[in-house]
Protein backbone atom coordinates (compact mmCIF):
# COMPACT_ATOMS: atom_id res chain seq x y z
CA UNK A 1 0.00 0.00 0.00
CA UNK A 2 2.64 2.73 0.67
CA UNK A 3 4.46 1.89 -2.69
CA UNK A 4 1.56 2.79 -4.58
CA UNK A 5 0.70 5.88 -2.23
CA UNK A 6 4.79 7.02 -3.15
CA UNK A 7 3.62 6.12 -6.48
CA UNK A 8 0.79 8.76 -6.81
CA UNK A 9 2.23 10.92 -5.24
CA UNK A 10 5.16 10.85 -7.28
CA UNK A 11 3.27 11.27 -10.25
CA UNK A 12 0.94 13.97 -8.66
CA UNK A 13 4.46 15.80 -8.08
CA UNK A 14 5.55 15.64 -11.82
CA UNK A 15 2.16 16.40 -13.21
CA UNK A 16 2.07 19.60 -10.73
CA UNK A 17 5.72 20.30 -12.19
CA UNK A 18 5.07 19.81 -15.72
CA UNK A 19 1.88 22.55 -15.54
CA UNK A 20 3.76 25.00 -14.01
CA UNK A 21 6.13 25.00 -16.69
CA UNK A 22 3.85 24.68 -19.32
CA UNK A 23 1.99 27.70 -17.48
CA UNK A 24 4.91 29.98 -16.98
CA UNK A 25 8.06 28.73 -19.06
CA UNK A 26 5.97 27.43 -22.09
CA UNK A 27 5.37 31.26 -23.48
CA UNK A 28 9.16 32.07 -23.18
CA UNK A 29 10.18 29.58 -25.51
CA UNK A 30 10.29 30.85 -29.28
CA UNK A 31 9.38 27.76 -31.05
CA UNK A 32 8.40 28.81 -35.02
CA UNK A 33 4.89 27.36 -35.73
CA UNK A 34 6.16 25.21 -38.66
CA UNK A 35 4.59 21.56 -39.70
CA UNK A 36 7.95 20.47 -38.56
CA UNK A 37 8.02 21.22 -35.11
CA UNK A 38 4.24 20.26 -34.65
CA UNK A 39 4.88 16.42 -36.24
CA UNK A 40 8.24 16.42 -33.97
CA UNK A 41 5.87 17.77 -30.55
CA UNK A 42 3.18 14.94 -31.36
CA UNK A 43 5.21 11.76 -32.92
CA UNK A 44 8.28 12.06 -30.36
CA UNK A 45 6.18 11.02 -27.25
CA UNK A 46 4.95 7.95 -29.22
CA UNK A 47 8.33 7.39 -30.52
CA UNK A 48 9.79 7.07 -27.44
CA UNK A 49 7.23 4.76 -25.80
CA UNK A 50 7.71 2.54 -28.81
CA UNK A 51 11.81 2.19 -27.94
CA UNK A 52 10.93 2.00 -24.74
CA UNK A 53 8.19 -1.17 -24.94
CA UNK A 54 10.44 -2.64 -27.72
CA UNK A 55 13.52 -2.19 -25.10
CA UNK A 56 11.29 -4.38 -22.50
CA UNK A 57 10.12 -7.05 -24.94
CA UNK A 58 13.84 -7.66 -25.69
CA UNK A 59 14.68 -8.02 -22.12
CA UNK A 60 11.63 -9.73 -21.39
CA UNK A 61 12.74 -12.05 -24.28
CA UNK A 62 16.20 -13.01 -23.21
CA UNK A 63 14.87 -13.55 -19.91
Known amino acids: ???QLGLVLKLLFL???LSFLIKYAGPN???P???TNALTIIL???A???IALL???QAQKQN
Open 1 to 3: MEN
Open 15 to 17: SAL
Open 29 to 31: LSI
Open 33 to 35: ATA
Open 44 to 46: LPI
Open 48 to 50: IIA
Open 55 to 57: WRF
